[in-house]
Nanobody, 122 residues
Framework: QVQLVESGGGSVQAGGSLRLSCLGS????????MAWYRQAQGDQREFVAG????????FYADSVKNRFTISRDKAKATIYLQMNTLKSEDTAVYFC???????????????WGQGTQVTVSS
């Protein structure tokens, strides 16, 4: 059973930075792929960034390209989301996800953390 626990959320002014962490148990990297999603109030959950465990290939939503970076520390069983140049529209609950490689990022699949709130004020 995979368990995921996010941390690092908080409140920041526009233009600032935050780094989210997701600590996993159950050898999360065996799943094939890790990702971050977010859900703003009243909206559906959306893909933010993904990483393929085999080769560290990364994927990003257009809205966060060149601002956010997904990475992992295998020894710590942790994935990160470094968020720079934050905008008010980045305000959302951010979720960590572990899924099988090849499962489309647009599909609700795999294991999820409980989420961490990020609030960006303008």
């Amino acid at each position: 059973q995979v368990q995921l626990v996010e941390s690092g959320g908080g409140s920041v002014q526009a233009g600032g930075s935050l780094r989210l962490s997701c600590l996993g148990s159950g050898n999360i990297f065996n799943s094939g792929a890790m990702a971050w999603y977010r859900q703003a109030q009243g909206d559906q959950r959306e893909f933010v960034a993904g990483l393929i465990s085999d080769d560290d290939t990364t994927f990003y939503a257009d809205s966060v390209k060149n601002r956010f970076t997904i990475s992992r520390d295998k020894a710590k069983a942790t994935i990160y989301l470094q968020m720079n140049t934050l905008k008010s529209e980045d305000t959302a609950v951010y979720f960590c996800n572990s899924r099988r490689r090849g499962t489309g990022w647009g599909r609700d699949s795999g294991y999820w953390g409980q989420g961490t709130q990020v609030t960006v004020s303008s």
